[in-house]
């Protein structure tokens, strides 16, 4: 019923309960989740992952914290792993200006090039923006990410920046954000938003929504983001579990 289109159990907190957090997930309406692999170990294990459990898909590409790294050997490698079966997205990419782990040419140029690579294989890219938001802006738009489509993940800004994101051809995907207090702006976007171009998300083990911020996120947990959003626009937790699950599986190019 569910589909979580950004979480993290191939990093380090789920090391040996990987099986056990997909049941609960299935327990609580997640029927699908996208794993996403942003460097060579959690590219990997997204890839087993996806290709030992029905329902399990992989994003892979190279995080912006890692852009230092990012070589002609890396973009080779990714071209490769990409074409593997369950692949539905390139990412995640983009710019963070916040840990600023490499100079920003250098962020610029290897999410640029993951830009094409994604265009190339006609993957739609998943986006991670942190204090970044008017280069990310601008580099979608003269790369014409929107072309094969794109994902703003774990989408924290507001409306204005919602309808810029949306004009290049985006989807906004929300996270637990959307069930803080402190977040008006997002609960905000969670209204306005076009119900056709609405994603939800978990980017487990990161951002737990309410009632468990604090612990450790997991894909169960996509239930409380898709309730609040049910809240916010007025509808049923069952309208906004099939329309975003049916915006997943549309932009994923999979079949229902």
């Known amino acids: 019923m569910l589909f979580d289109t950004h979480t993290h159990i191939n990093v380090h907190q789920f090391k040996g309960e990987e099986l056990e957090t997909i049941k609960r997930a299935r327990e609580n309406q997640v029927t699908r989740m996208a794993v996403v692999g942003f460097d060579t170990e959690t590219i990997r294990k997204t890839l087993e992952l996806s290709s030992k459990h029905e329902g399990v898909y992989s994003i892979i590409g190279w995080h912006p914290t ?16 990409l074409r593997a079966d369950n692949v539905v997205a390139m990412g995640e990419m983009g710019l963070d200006y916040y840990w600023d782990s490499a100079p920003k040419s250098v962020q610029h140029d290897a999410f640029r090039r993951q830009i094409r690579v994604g265009k190339e294989l006609k993957l739609p890219v998943s986006i991670h923006n942190r204090e970044a938001t008017e280069d990310t802006y601008r580099i979608l738009k003269e790369e014409h990410a929107g072309d094969t489509g794109g ?6 800004l507001d409306t204005y920046w919602m309808e810029k994101f949306l004009d ?19 609960k905000e976007v969670a209204k306005h938003v076009p119900f056709e171009k609405l994603l939800v998300e978990t980017d487990a083990p990161y951002l737990a929504p309410m009632p468990n911020r604090g612990k450790r996120n997991e894909p169960a947990y996509v239930k409380y983001v898709a309730e609040e959003v049910a809240k916010q626009r007025g509808t049923s937790f069952l309208d906004v579990a099939d329309q975003t699950t049916q915006n997943a599986l549309r932009l994923f190019n999979l079949e229902d």
């Open 66 to 81: 890692e852009a230092a790294t990012y070589t002609d050997a890396v973009e080779n490698w990714l071209l490769e792993e």
């Open 168 to 186: 290049i051809g985006m989807h906004i995907s929300l996270s637990g954000v959307v069930t803080f207090k402190n977040a008006p702006e997002v």
């Open 151 to 156: 994902i703003m993940h774990s989408f924290n």
